[in-house]
């Protein structure tokens, strides 16, 4: 049945999960997308009897909102098209409703993906300044010293990208291994962090974003997120939309 309450095109474009809102309305600028055959007046509102397309393909009506927690594993490039990826997600997760990763995470790295088809919610996990806790176990080359820890917790300058990283919680878990919690997410921030004090990651496995833990997933498995945990992570999503 075709939902007929009209909304902003750009958002509903990332609620038919074909992209984030922020994507959408580049889309839009660029005038790739087209509303039944023209192109969009500013601030334009649609619903499921208008005709879409971005690039001359069909836009897909919109979807009732999926959540997904998936296990990347190492290997698979956080993706929909690259042609140097070798493996990417749409690969490996064969889904009935198309999904985006909400914050990705490196080829090398594994664990916790939100998959879904919500713009909102992918752009609100994937904004840095709504300070989103991601946490991971990260194994490191060789034994760490308090100092390493200290610095990791305090913030650390990536020369490479001429930044500053925020202070986070850093706690030590083994010899060669701790857990971190993040709120931002620069380019393979963790790997820069630990290079800079002259350490290798390992290993990094991502196993919490907000308040969804990657649980007992296993690598390739997915599990609905729902119920109140659903609505936990929708709760947190507009209380950081308060604060801003």
Do not use: W
């Not at 971190?180 to 002259?198: A, K, P, S, Y």
């Not at 990651?201 to 296993?218: C, E, F, M, T």
């Amino acid at each position: 049945m075709a939902n007929t309450e009209k909304v902003r095109l750009n958002k509903y474009l990332a609620e038919s999960g074909l992209c984030s809102r922020r994507e959408a309305d580049r889309l839009i600028e660029e005038g790739r997308v087209r509303v039944n055959g023209q192109i969009p007046s500013p601030g334009m509102k649609v619903n499921d009897l208008d005709k879409l397309t971005v690039d001359d393909k069909p836009v897909a009506r919109r979807e009732k909102k999926v959540v997904l927690a998936y296990y990347k594993p190492q290997g698979v490039t956080c993706t929909e098209k690259d042609r140097h990826a070798e493996v990417t997600i749409r690969d490996v997760l064969d889904y009935p409703v198309r999904l985006t990763y909400a914050g990705r995470l490196d080829r090398d790295s594994e664990g916790l993906l939100l998959m879904t088809n919500d713009g909102d919610l992918i752009d609100s996990l994937m904004r840095a300044a709504n300070y989103h806790e991601k946490e991971y176990l990260v194994r490191v080359n060789k034994p760490m010293s308090r100092e390493f820890l200290k610095k990791m917790s305090e913030g650390v300058l990536l020369r490479e990208l001429n930044e500053r990283t925020r202070p986070c919680f850093v706690k030590e878990e083994g010899k060669f291994v701790f857990r971190i919690v993040l709120t931002q997410g620069l380019n393979r921030q963790i790997r820069r962090m630990c290079r800079e004090l002259g350490y290798e990651a390992v290993s990094i496995k991502r196993v919490r974003v907000a308040n969804v833990l990657l649980d007992r997933l296993k690598p390739g498995e997915y599990r609905p997120v729902s119920g109140e945990e659903k609505r936990e992570l929708y709760r947190c999503m507009q209380k950081r939309k308060t604060l801003r």
